[in-house]
């Protein structure tokens, strides 16, 4: 089970900080990611990283902005906002997957990001 926190309203330029808590033994099996759905937009990939943290990868709009990191030890994955802008408005939420598979089959509730300009 994945809990998702942290959201909230912010100004543009910005920072905001996301976690992600899971439950279960199995958490540092998973690769986790966050993604977020705008209103009437489809729900889009944000950030990922791999089930050691090895490896990250981001979108294209969040590049150089958004940092996905996470810790084991606390079964937690987080996602730090800087520079936030309005079109970073959306409802996030965290997804884990087996490192094997190519799906996210495991989400979270959202939490909302609403950025003020």
């Known amino acids: 089970q994945l809990q998702a926190y942290g959201g909230g309203l912010v100004q543009a330029g910005g920072s905001l900080r996301l976690s992600c808590a899971a439950s279960g033994r199995t958490f540092s099996v998973y690769d986790m990611a966050w993604f977020r759905q705008a209103p009437g937009l489809e729900r889009e990939f944000v950030g990922g990283i791999t089930w050691n943290g090895g490896s990250t990868r981001y979108a294209d709009s969040v590049k150089g902005r958004f940092t996905i990191s996470r810790d084991n030890a606390k079964n937690t994955v987080y996602l730090q906002m800087n520079s936030l802008k309005s079109e970073d408005t959306a409802v996030y939420y965290c997804?884990?997957?087996?490192?094997?598979?190519?799906?996210?089959?495991?989400w979270g509730q959202g939490t909302l990001v609403t950025v003020s300009s």
């Open positions: 997804a884990a997957k087996g490192v094997t598979n190519s799906v996210y089959g495991h």
